[in-house]
């Protein structure tokens, strides 16, 4: 296999996630929305999966490998999030990923519930020309990145968590003449004035 989908998650531990959203949801009201929405990007990822030869692994944050395999099933690769800001965790992940003779990564969270089947095959097939993939978050970060090599530059001076993390990629993308591939713009579930997105797609899809 020569394709890696990188989900970033964390253990939904109560009071250890989903923090902006403990006002209105509670500790264990933030941490099931947690479960759920990981739950969620999981079941889109085997999909993937059955669809094509694609290596899936976990990247996490608390927990550990046995109660992160005992949570979403021992058919996935878990790997503990290194320390540093998102850029330093997404480039380590990249590095490693490449290191293992991988021809196209792609890294997600699982905060975006309309991340769908089509977005993630046109990100992968997408690499086979051009050298970078960005999926378009509305509150101007990205929900998707994807390399078919390293670039440790997009990773480095980013504000994260700011409104300027896309603008930010976008113009050290254009500095290294990178083709790059725009994807769906869709929004994140990060704040409280999110969580009608989640629940909107969450009640059409289970319910």
Known sequence: MSETLIIYSRYPESGKTKTRMIPVLGKEGAAELQRKMSEH???TARKLKSMRQVVIEVHFAGGNKQLMSDWLGKDLEYIPQVSGDLGDRMNWSFQRAFNSDQKRVVTI????????????????????SQELAIGVAEDGGYYLI??????????????????????QTKAIAQQLNLNTTYLTTLSDVDRPEDLPIWQKHYYSNFN
């Open 41 to 43: 990007t999981l079941n």
């Open 109 to 128: 969270g699982i905060d975006c519930p309309d991340l769908d089947l089509e977005i993630l095959n046109l990100a992968f097939d997408s690499l086979r």
């Open 146 to 167: 994807g390399l078919n090599q390293i670039v440790p530059p997009l990773f480095q001076n980013i504000n994260w968590g700011s409104d300027r993390v896309l603008a």
